[in-house]
């Protein structure tokens, strides 16, 4: 992999420090990343390069996964990082930026590569992009990438007017759009597990599966992002983005030794093989809820409508559940239920695989009361991989009982989402992350549910905090029920104790 100039905008803000700064170093520890190394921090305040240099040390100190203690790489690390004030609306800060960056790269003696990474608000994508261009300094002898953030768009036309902003300065395969689930590691893990085992690969299709669960629950509220999440939601902060692209990597089937290009028309393929939500549907096919009052772990905490900085009449969903169906041969007649939630009984982002019942118990030992197959994918806080299989009793009741067949992978060297992802766009591999396709055909998908919300049709549940969600999300999956984990409570018996009304 050749150098390259990482050109960092936000370089201040939130999501640097905690995540960025951390992968960058622990790829650079790791040896993923080409040196010399060089990263321009953007702003609009005025911080000389030994203050930014001093936030970056304290940021690693805080957030990174390996130790950051004084050592000649650190240093080296460190030396990497200056500072340029910019204004994202002001075109001479760009002329002022592209002369830093060409004097980096002489002094360095790195070719014209250069990443592009926004970690700005999602209004300033356009006018960065653009600028980029205008200013010259998407002009490179060598590459240049365009890394963004999440939201993209708020909803199909937004998406379109944004997407069509970027393309007017980077070409499709330049623009690396993050979706942080796929740089987890057992996301990442899926086609493996999928296509290295002939076990699972014979079984993943509707013959033998009869539903899929993909859960993403979270035991925090709105925490201190109200302006932003109570516009959002449930629906555009989780579901139409990571939970969708759950979806593409659980149902999509790709050949061995595909290439980036392959992956993003499998995952297309699944979008628009999705069958599309009727209006009139709606209510049957997804659960909107908002969290209660309740209790997590033994603390009592507010309701949604008494989180500091949310309107007191606000209808906005913590909580989403839907029911999809993908209309091709392999996936017919298979549900996929899928759900997300703030303030739920424990964090939790899971995908189960629920096979089929047996046609007829061994021996009729459990007369039609055997528990199904189930293939448990933990992907995080947890990573493992469960078997739940069924053996004969040992204790001689008689009896067939499940038993789960557990992996853990828990290892503290495996790197972290955002070091797969900025590894990957350094490398120019987009694999693991969203293409433009899919985004649309995703927005597309939700778009009916965007509606109904805005017309006041889709009834809006209380829940608890601290409960599994609305007792509806129990109802739409009719006989099926969600899989919890082995050492949780039932859901049935949760779901009696949270109200059931409508607000
Ligand atoms: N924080 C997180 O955990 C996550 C964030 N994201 C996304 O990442 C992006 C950044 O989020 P986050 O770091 O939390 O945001 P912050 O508000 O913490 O930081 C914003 C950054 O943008 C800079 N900035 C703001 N306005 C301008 C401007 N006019 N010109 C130049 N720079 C400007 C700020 O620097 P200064 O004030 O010096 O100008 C600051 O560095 C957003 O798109 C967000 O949606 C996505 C997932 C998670
Ligand atoms: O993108 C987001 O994801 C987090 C959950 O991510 P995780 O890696 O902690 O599971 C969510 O809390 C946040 O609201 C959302 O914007």
Do not use: C
């Not at 057992?186 to 086609?191: A, K, S, T």
């Not at 597990?193 to 014979?202: I, M």
């Not at 990571?242 to 297309?268: C, F, I, W």
């Not at 061994?362 to 078997?387: F, R, V």
Request: negative net charge; aromatic residues 10%.
């Amino acid at each position: 992999m050749e150098s390259s100039t990482f050109v960092l905008f936000g370089a201040t803000g939130d999501l640097a420090k905690r995540k960025i700064y951390p992968a960058l170093y622990n790829l650079f520890l790791d040896g993923k990343i080409s040196t010399p190394l060089s990263v321009i921090g953007l702003g609009r305040r005025e911080l000389s390069n030994e203050a930014f240099q001093a936030q970056v040390l304290n940021s690693l100190q805080t957030f990174s996964r390996k130790p950051a203690e004084d050592s000649e790489k650190l240093r080296t690390f460190i030396q990497a990082f200056e500072y340029t004030v910019l204004d994202v609306g002001r075109p001479e800060d760009y002329v002022k930026l592209l002369g830093h960056v060409k004097a980096r790269e002489e002094d360095l003696g790195i070719p014209e590569n250069r990443m592009f990474y926004l970690s700005v608000g999602p209004e300033f994508f356009g006018e960065i992009a653009a600028n980029i261009n205008s200013s010259g300094l998407g002009s490179t002898k060598g590459w240049k990438r365009l890394v963004i953030e999440k939201p993209f768009g708020t909803d199909l036309a937004s998406a379109r007017v944004l997407n069509e902003s970027l393309s007017a300065a980077f070409k499709e395969e330049e623009i690396f759009r993050i979706d942080h689930f796929l740089g987890k590691p057992m996301v990442q893990n899926l086609e493996v597990l999928k296509y290295s085992n002939p076990v699972l690969r014979a079984l993943w299709k509707n013959r033998y599966i009869a539903n899929v669960q993909i859960t993403a629950s979270e035991t925090v509220g709105v925490e201190e992002r109200a302006g932003y999440y109570d516009k959002s939601g449930a629906l555009r902060d989780m579901f139409q983005n990571h939970m969708l692209q759950l979806l593409m990597m659980t149902a999509m089937q790709l050949p061995k030794g595909s290439t980036p290009e392959d992956v993003s028309n499998k995952k297309r393929y699944v979008m628009e093989s999705l069958r599309p939500l009727i209006k009139d549907d709606l209510t049957r096919d997804v659960v909107l809820g908002q969290y209660a009052a309740g209790e997590i772990k033994g603390n009592p905490v507010p309701g949604y409508l008494d989180e500091p900085g949310i309107d007191s009449s606000s209808r906005n969903e913590t909580y989403i559940a839907a029911r999809l169906w993908i209309e091709d041969p392999m996936w017919n007649e298979v549900p996929i239920y899928i759900r997300t939630g703030k303030r739920m009984k424990e964090k939790s982002t899971r995908i189960v695989i629920e096979f089929k019942e047996p046609l007829n118990d061994y021996n009729n030992l459990n007369k039609g009361n055997t528990d199904p197959n189930l293939l448990i994918i933990d992907i995080s806080p947890n990573e493992a991989i469960t078997l739940q299989l069924n053996t004969k009793d040992p204790l001689r009741t008689g009896k067939l009982e499940p038993v789960r067949i557990n992996y853990q992978l828990g290892n503290p060297e495996i790197p972290e989402s955002y070091e797969n992802l900025i590894y990957d766009a350094l490398r120019g591999d987009s694999t693991f992350f969203a293409h433009w396709d899919e985004v649309e055909l995703s927005w597309q998908w939700v778009q009916p549910i965007q509606e109904a919300m805005e017309a006041g049709v889709l009834p809006l549940h209380s829940y608890a905090a601290g409960s599994h969600g609305p007792a509806a999300a129990a109802e739409l999956l009719g006989d099926d029920h969600w899989w919890l984990d082995e050492n949780e409570e039932p859901e049935a018996q949760e779901i009696q104790s949270v109200p059931a009304g409508v607000l």
